[in-house]
């Protein structure tokens, strides 16, 4: 019986979100017959490492956030030798840190948003980019910490006043229309999902909360565009140097007209696996079941050792 140890909740804004897949993946794996064993990842190193002694076969890695999705764990893994879920120490890296994923994919021809990194305190006294434009942490996911600051709102002090993700912050043009997200099974691009927030902007509540967004799968598109959408998630992906399993989220301007302007947005490179998660969806909706997708992550599982 394959041993597989589950690493789940960590210490990042995401802590919530990593509990809520973890349990979802425990039940799923000891279902198929998997010999499982939770961890919940804290602050203490020492008692991680004594909880995968003995070494497990395979740890699927449920963590989100920092030290779990942006190459930390994944170092220690490769360190210990453990075959691990998801991307390594550097596509995972170059995932969270917003700037530098950009830079790969435009090195790669994908489109991206336009923007520039500032320092936060700046903002207070101007605006960096003609509104409306996105303000973002540099390494945070699930939308923490995003503020959209649009024509005739005061709200910079206010952001500057209540951030604390770091000294510095990504800023992006804001691209009107809809948002879509596409999930990876390596080089396999599951479909095309269309997100309609309840309240207008994919916030952290409406990406979790019961009812705060609802899922059009597949996204009503034209051909060319779910092609597109789909070809560009796949080379995302491989730009990064992912492997596993991977989402690409998009902004599809199509306000002025079709064909419309595809950007990319980001990878996560740990897809929630929460019960409103978007890749469980999209892998049931392609007749891959929850069971089935924990237990692929675990058969493709790796490590640099």
């Not at 503020?147 to 800023?171: C, H, L, M, T, Y």
């Not at 309609?196 to 409406?206: L, N, R, T, W």
């Amino acid at each position: 019986m394959t041993r597989v140890a589950v690493l789940y909740g960590g210490m990042s804004a995401e802590r919530e979100v990593s509990l809520s897949s973890g349990r979802q993946v425990i039940a799923a794996l000891r279902a198929e017959g998997f010999e499982v064993t939770p961890i919940d990842a804290g602050a203490d190193l020492r008692a991680i490492l004594t909880a995968l002694d003995p070494k497990p076969d395979v740890v699927f890695n449920a963590l989100h956030g920092r030290f779990g999705e942006d190459g930390a764990i994944q170092g220690v893994l490769d360190w210990l030798g453990i075959p691990y879920t998801h991307s390594g120490v550097r596509a995972s890296a170059l995932a969270m840190d917003k700037a530098a994923a950009k830079a790969v994919f435009a090195a790669a021809g994908l489109p991206v948003a336009a923007g520039r990194v500032i320092d936060i305190a700046a903002l207070e006294h101007a605006d960096p980019l003609p509104r409306p434009y996105v303000v973002k942490p540099l390494n945070e996911g699930s939308s923490v910490g995003v503020s959209i600051i649009r024509d005739g709102d005061n709200r910079r002090a206010a952001v500057v006043e209540n951030w604390s993700f770091g000294p510095q912050a990504i800023v992006e043009e804001f691209i009107p229309g809809r948002e879509l997200t596409v999930g990876v099974l390596e080089g396999r691009a599951l479909t095309v999902t269309e997100i309609a927030p309840k309240h207008g902007f994919y916030d952290y509540e409406s990406k979790y909360a019961d009812g705060g967004s609802r899922h059009v799968i597949p996204a009503v598109l034209d051909p060319d565009t779910t092609a597109k959408a789909m070809d560009m998630a796949v080379a995302a992906h491989r730009a990064l140097g992912c492997r596993g399993a991977s989402r690409a989220d998009f902004r599809y301007d199509d306000t002025q007209g079709l064909p419309g302007r595809l950007v990319l947005l980001e990878v996560n490179t740990q897809p929630g696996l929460t019960p409103t998660s978007l890749l469980p969806e999209q892998a049931a909706h392609i007749g891959i079941g929850f069971g089935a997708l924990c237990t692929w992550m675990v058969e493709h599982a790796a490590c640099r050792a």
